[in-house]
Nanobody, 120 residues
């Protein structure tokens, strides 16, 4: 019934910054939660940050104080601001959203992923 489109990944030196964006589209009624996950090859996908419709945020301990998740002015858009990046942050970052569609169906949707590589 819709999709998530991610952008903003790339190659950056340790200590640098990147901003990831995620835009949800489709026949959306509401979005309960939007978040970011990441996955390195051979590792399990892990939660990085999430934000609820009420504005509550949660962060992985490894990114607290460095990453910030926030909603943008555009509708159905979320950003992940990543500062003080470390090589350990390298991985494919996926946007995720729990969406209620106009049909009132509720589904969890994943983006295609965007690569973030942090060099030493």
């Amino acid at each position: 019934q819709g999709q998530l489109v991610e952008s903003g990944g790339g190659l950056v030196q340790a200590g640098g910054s990147l901003r990831l964006s995620c835009v949800a589209s489709g026949s959306i009624f509401s979005i309960n939660v939007m978040g970011w996950y990441r996955q390195a090859p051979g590792k399990q996908r892990e939660l990085v940050a999430r934000i609820t419709s009420g504005g509550t945020t949660n962060y992985a301990d490894s990114v607290k104080g460095r990453f910030t998740i926030f909603r943008a002015n555009a509708k159905n858009t979320v950003y992940l601001q990543m500062n003080s990046l470390k090589p350990e942050d390298t991985g494919v970052y996926y946007c995720n959203a729990e969406i209620v569609w106009t049909s009132r169906a509720l589904t969890v949707v994943w983006g295609q992923g965007t690569q973030v590589t942090v060099s030493s």
